[in-house]
């Protein structure tokens, strides 16, 4: 039966998310906190998507229909 790693601690998420906001680059929380930087952006990009809601529609890559 494989392991599964153990889950973070929500203080640990929490400590990652405020040095999102405070201007830290993924990797130097990474850095600091001893996780990897991908697991730092996976972190904050949920967040982020909440404060600015869904990405814009590209209207120019859609295609009219013939009439």
């Known amino acids: 039966m494989e392991r ?4 973070f601690s929500l203080d640990l998420r929490r400590r990652v998310l405020a040095d999102c906001h405070g ?3 993924y990797a ?3 850095r600091k906190y001893t996780v990897s930087a991908e ?15 869904p990405p814009p529609r590209d209207h120019a890559a859609t295609v009219p229909r013939a009439a």
Do not use: F, K, S
């Open 4 to 7: 599964r790693p153990a889950a």
């Open 23 to 25: 201007g830290l680059t």
């Open 28 to 30: 130097a929380i990474a």
């Open 39 to 53: 697991w730092v952006r996976v972190q904050a990009v949920p967040e982020d998507r909440r404060d600015r809601g």
